[in-house]
């Protein structure tokens, strides 16, 4: 079977990779890697780069076939800060594919911590009176009233991915759907 290893150990992000690649079919392995950007990604071209760092990290780190790399952050945008969302996945061979997710803009309350250098998880986790938002249904579900939370917001994101990588590959991804 081949090896997966998932760069983080968050499980939101773990666990929308086990939605898409099944543990019939992969050993999966979460595994905690640098992004090699900041805590607090402030761009799309950042956010991104931490996801293919983290999959690339992974990779290596786990000695896998492939790794994965889903990295959450901000954007200005229209005058508002939106919540971005990036994956990439990479395989031994290099090939590197990468996929953008679901955004949305966050409250001027929200956006104003982060913009005075606090993490979107954090000030969640403050603006909420909840712990660790970001395990759990992240901004994306306390701000969708749950219509989406996190964990299905990266489902769609790893399915981009494991579709890119079936087309260039020719390969065969068996997915739960
Ligand atoms: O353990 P890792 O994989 O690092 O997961 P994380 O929750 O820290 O997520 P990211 O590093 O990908 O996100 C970068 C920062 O943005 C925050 N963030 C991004 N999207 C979020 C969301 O939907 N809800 C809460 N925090 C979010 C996150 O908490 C971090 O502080
Ligand atoms: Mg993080």
Redesign the pocket.
Known sequence: MKKIAI????P??VSAVQAVFSAENYILVPT?VS?DVA???FSDEETLA?AINRAKNALKKENADIGIG?????VEMNKRLW?C?WGALVDKDGVVVSAGGARIPLPPEVAQGVLDGK????V?DEYTGMRN???KE????IFTNSYVD?AEMFIHIVKLLAGQYEFQTNSFVKTDD
């Open positions: 760069g983080t150990t968050n939101a992000k905690t992004s805590a607090q990604p931490g889903l990295e959450g952050g901000v919540v969302n993490e979107l998880g954090d969640m938002i970001r395990k992240g901004a994306v579900g996190r």
